[in-house]
C-alpha cells in the first residue's frame, strides 16, 4: 500500500509572509488535499539570532485568512509533535554524532577569529567568499586534524564546537525533482556545512532532514532559493535513514517582480503589496502592506498564486479552492520563473468580487465601510446595495467611494457637468418631482412618474437624468439612478433633490 501523503510547510518566522512564501502553502495544501494527505506546519526556528516576535502569529492568521489550515501545526499539535523546533533541540545531537561515528561529520573547534582569519587569508577575486570545505579544513581544527586524544580533550572540557558534515569531492549527486527532472551536483563545489551549531542548536539543514524523517514527510515542496541546499540534503538523507525513505521533492519556480526576483522593495517602488497581510517590523515600524489590507479577497488571492507557475493545461483562469484541488498537479509547475503583475492580481480580484455573492461580501464590505466612519446597520438594505455596486468595485476599498452615498447624502455635488445647460424649467421640473413621489416605493415606478413629469413639462428625459443622478450621488458613477432612488427611498430622494436645488439655484 502506498504510504500517506504527508506535506510540511516550513517557514522560520523571521518576519511577514511574501507571496512566494503563501504560494508554497497552497501548493502543500493542495497537494496534500487532492491525495487525501495531511499538511503539516512546522515552525523552523533553530535559529535564533533570526526570531521576530510576532512572525509565527503572523503566519497562522494568513493562513486562517486563506483558508489554508494545517492539520497538524504548534497550536494543533498532533501525533509528530511538538511542531517548533526549539522545542526538539534535544532530539538533534544524536543524529549529528551518529553522522560523526559513522566519518560522514566531524567535530570543529575552530573560534570565530580563526574562522575570520581563514576567510581575510583566503579571499581574493577569483574566491571572493571563502568557504569551509575539503580543501580548507585540513588547515583548521577540528576532529580530522588533530589528535584524537585532544579532540576528546577539547570534547570533555566542553570546548565550543560544532558539527560539520564532511564532504568529499569528486562524487555527483543525483535526485529527481517533480518539476525539474534530474538534478546534479558536484560534490567539489558544496560546503561543509555546520550541522549543530555551539549553542547546541542544529542548523536548518540537519534540522530539516531529521524531522522530515520523524514526521513522516512524504514530499517537500519548497521555494527555488533552496535547491543549492538539496545535495546536503540528499546525502543527509543517504546517510541517516536510506535513500530510498527520502521525500520526494519539488522546488518551485521564482516569482518575478519588474526588475527580476520580487522583492519587498518593488512593492515599496510600484505601490503594490507584496505580502498577504500588513506586517510591522517590530524592531524598525516599517510597515509592509498586505494583500488583505489593500483589499483583495481571499478567494482572489488564493487563485492569483495558484496560477503563479502553473495551469491545468486549458485556458480556464478562475479557480475556487475546491477545483484547484481537484485539478493541481505537481507535474504541471512550470520551471521557469513566475511573472507578477499587479494589473492581472486586480483583475482576479475583480472577478471574484463579482461572482462572490452579497451575503460572502456582506461582513468585508461592512468592515471596509466602517473603516470610512459609515455604519451600515441594516443588513438587508446593505445586501441590496452590494449587489447593484459590486461589479464597479475592483478591490473591497472601493466600497467607501462606490456605495457610500447610499448611507449618507453626498457632501458635495459636481455640476459642472449640467450646470452649462441648467434652466429655470428644469428647477421647476425637479420641484414637481420632488413632489410626486411621496408615495412611490420601487425603481419601475420613480422612473415612470420621472418620464411622466419630463413629457409633461417638455423637456426630454434624458437631459434631465445626470442631474437626478449628481443629486443622489454627487458624481457621475453609479449604478441606474431609479435603483439608487429605491434603495434610499422617497423620502430621502426627495430631500437630495431639495437640498441641491438650494445649492443649484
Ligand atoms: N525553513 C525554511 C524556510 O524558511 C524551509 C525550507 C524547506 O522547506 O525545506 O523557508
Known amino acids: 500500500m502506498a504510504k500517506k501523503v504527508r506535506v510540511r510547510f516550513a517557514p522560520s518566522p523571521?518576519?511577514?509572509?511574501?507571496?512566494?512564501?503563501?504560494?508554497?502553502?497552497?501548493?502543500?495544501?493542495?497537494?496534500?488535499?487532492?491525495?487525501?494527505?495531511?499538511?503539516?506546519?512546522?515552525?523552523?526556528?533553530?535559529?535564533?539570532?533570526?526570531?521576530?516576535p510576532g512572525a509565527e502569529e503572523y503566519i497562522y492568521d494568513t493562513l486562517e485568512w486563506c483558508g489554508l489550515l494545517p492539520d497538524e501545526s504548534p497550536r494543533k499539535g498532533g501525533a509528530f509533535g511538538p511542531y517548533r523546533q526549539s522545542e526538539r533541540k534535544e532530539l538533534y545531537r544524536a543524529f549529528a554524532e551518529r553522522l560523526v561515528d559513522a566519518g560522514r561529520a566531524y567535530y570543529a573547534f575552530d573560534t570565530p577569529e580563526e574562522l575570520d582569519a581563514m576567510r581575510t587569508r583566503l579571499k581574493n577575486d577569483t574566491n571572493p567568499t571563502p568557504q569551509y570545505d575539503h580543501r580548507v579544513r585540513t588547515g583548521m581544527r577540528n576532529s580530522l586534524t588533530l589528535p584524537a586524544e585532544e579532540v576528546k580533550t577539547l570534547l570533555d572540557a566542553g570546548t565550543p564546537h560544532v558539527v560539520r558534515i564532511r564532504l568529499e569531492p569528486g562524487e555527483t549527486v543525483t535526485f529527481t525533482d517533480m518539476i525539474r527532472g534530474e538534478v546534479s551536483f558536484d560534490t567539489a563545489l558544496v560546503d561543509d556545512k555546520v550541522l549543530l551549531k555551539a549553542d547546541g542548536m542544529p542548523t536548518y539543514h540537519l534540522a530539516v532532514v531529521v524531522d522530515d524523517h520523524l514526521m513522516e514527510i512524504t514530499h517537500a515542496f519548497r521555494g527555488e532559493e533552496w535547491l543549492p541546499s538539496a545535495p546536503v540534503h540528499v546525502l543527509l538523507w543517504r546517510w541517516l535513514f536510506g535513500e530510498e525513505a527520502m521525500p520526494h521533492w519539488a522546488h518551485l519556480p521564482l516569482i518575478l517582480g519588474p526588475s527580476g526576483k520580487?522583492?519587498?522593495?518593488?512593492?515599496?517602488?510600484?505601490?503594490?503589496?507584496?505580502?498577504?497581510?500588513?506586517?510591522?517590523?517590530?524592531?524598525?515600524?516599517?510597515?509592509?502592506?498586505?494583500?488583505?489590507?489593500?483589499?483583495?479577497?481571499?478567494?482572489?488571492?488564493?487563485?492569483?498564486?495558484?496560477?503563479?507557475?502553473?495551469?491545468?493545461?486549458?485556458?480556464?483562469?478562475?479557480?475556487?479552492?475546491?477545483?484547484?484541488?481537484?485539478?493541481f498537479q505537481m507535474e504541471k509547475v512550470h520551471k521557469g520563473g513566475a511573472q507578477f503583475n499587479f494589473e492581472k492580481a486586480q483583475w482576479f480580484n475583480h472577478e471574484w468580487i463579482k461572482r462572490s455573492t452579497a451575503q460572502r461580501l456582506l461582513p468585508d464590505v461592512k468592515t471596509v465601510l466602517a473603516a470610512k466612519g459609515i455604519t451600515a446597520a441594516d443588513d438587508t438594505q446593505t445586501l441590496r446595495i452590494i449587489d447593484l455596486v459590486k461589479e464597479r468595485c475592483t478591490l473591497l476599498s472601493d466600497f467607501p467611494a462606490q456605495a457610500?452615498?447610499?448611507?449618507?447624502?453626498?457632501?458635495?455635488?459636481?455640476?459642472?457637468?449640467f450646470i452649462a445647460k441648467w434652466t429655470q424649467e428644469k428647477k421647476a421640473f425637479f420641484e414637481q418631482y420632488a413632489g410626486a413621489i411621496s408615495n412611490v416605493a420601487d425603481a419601475a415606478s420613480f422612473e415612470s412618474t420621472f418620464k411622466a413629469g419630463a413629457e409633461a413639462a417638455g423637456i426630454k428625459p434624458g437631459e434631465l437624468q445626470l442631474p437626478l443622478r449628481i443629486m443622489l450621488v454627487g458624481g457621475k458613477f453609479g449604478p441606474p439612478v431609479f435603483a439608487i432612488a429605491e434603495v434610499i427611498g422617497a423620502e430621502e430622494t426627495a430631500a437630495r433633490i431639495r437640498k441641491a436645488l438650494e445649492v443649484i439655484g
Open 404 to 417: 457610500g452615498f447610499f448611507f449618507q447624502a453626498p457632501q458635495e455635488l459636481d455640476t459642472t457637468a
Open 14 to 52: 523571521t518576519g511577514g509572509l511574501h507571496l512566494g512564501g503563501v504560494r508554497t502553502v497552497l501548493y502543500n495544501y493542495l497537494f496534500a488535499r487532492h491525495h487525501g494527505g495531511e499538511f503539516v506546519l512546522r515552525i523552523e526556528d533553530t535559529d535564533q539570532s533570526r526570531y521576530v
Open 262 to 327: 520580487l522583492s519587498k522593495r518593488d512593492g515599496a517602488k510600484y505601490g503594490f503589496p507584496v505580502f498577504a497581510m500588513n506586517w510591522t517590523d517590530p524592531k524598525t515600524n516599517e510597515l509592509t502592506e498586505g494583500f488583505r489590507e489593500r483589499g483583495f479577497l481571499p478567494e482572489a488571492f488564493v487563485n492569483l498564486l495558484a496560477l503563479l507557475g502553473w495551469n491545468d493545461g486549458t485556458e480556464q483562469e478562475l479557480f475556487s479552492l475546491e477545483e484547484l484541488v481537484r485539478r
